[in-house]
């Protein structure tokens, strides 16, 4: 048998059907993955970093507009983008007026992945 797991995005767990884990979906150890599904013009993404545990972030935008905001600086991220984050820059991301969704990419240099504790389960 083929070493294959193969999920839709509607077969994903997470919360709110905007943070979806795909890693944990697809069973992906060697790094963090998840499907971000923002509506149109949300707000409410959260301002954040990973300074307390060192993960990098890549972001691939996969449909819709959003912007990244991070420090005094903003970028558009459009299909066909990748965007990286380093661990200590806090950012935001703010989905355009047709919603965004992002595949988010995490690691940290050096390390084994590990799942966070608010994941397992």
Same mark, same amino acid.
């Given at each position: 048998m083929a070493d294959v797991t193969f999920k839709r995005f509607d077969e994903l767990e997470g919360?709110?059907?905007q943070f979806l884990y795909a890693g944990k979906g697809l069973g992906?150890?060697?790094w963090g993955m998840n499907?971000?599904?923002l509506p149109p013009?949300?707000?409410e993404y959260p301002e954040h970093d990973h300074t307390s545990d060192g993960q990098e972030e890549v972001y691939v @935008?996969?449909?819709g507009t959003a912007r990244l905001q991070a420090g005094h600086e903003s970028w558009e991220l459009v299909p066909g983008t990748l @965007?990286?984050?380093g661990p200590a820059q806090r950012r935001k991301i703010v989905p355009g007026a047709q919603g965004a969704v992002l595949l988010a990419l995490g690691g940290t240099p050096g390390k084994a992945y590990a799942f966070p504790a608010w994941m397992k389960g």
């Open positions: 919360y709110n059907q992906v150890s060697a499907l971000l599904k013009n949300w707000q @935008v996969l449909e @965007v990286r984050v």
